[in-house]
């Protein structure tokens, strides 16, 4: 991705031995193209086999876990 001018590599600044990648203009540029995309998919796999779950009990523990 980083070839392809998608996203750059940055030093962390919480951790100077770490990188992160960031999206370039061309990668979010492209990530909008694809982004129709991609929702359909997760949730075709995903989602659609949650019946009967609580979505939004399901989006707290998600962000529980990101952060």
Same mark, same amino acid.
């Given at each position: 991705?980083?070839?392809?001018?998608?996203?750059?590599?940055?030093?962390?600044?919480?951790?100077?031995?770490?990188?992160? =990648?960031?999206?370039?203009?061309?990668? *979010? +540029?492209?990530?909008?193209?694809?982004?129709? %995309?991609?929702?359909?998919?997760?949730?075709?796999?995903?989602?659609?086999?949650? =019946?009967?779950?609580?979505?939004?009990? *399901? +989006?707290?523990?998600?962000?529980?876990?990101? %952060?």
């Amino acid at each position: 991705m980083e070839n392809q001018g998608l996203i750059q590599r940055v030093g962390s600044e919480q951790d100077a031995r770490g990188w992160n =990648a960031v999206l370039t203009d061309t990668g *979010l +540029a492209r990530l909008g193209e694809t982004w129709p %995309t991609n929702l359909a998919s997760v949730r075709h796999h995903f989602l659609d086999h949650l =019946a009967g779950v609580d979505l939004g009990r *399901l +989006a707290a523990a998600l962000r529980n876990i990101a %952060t």
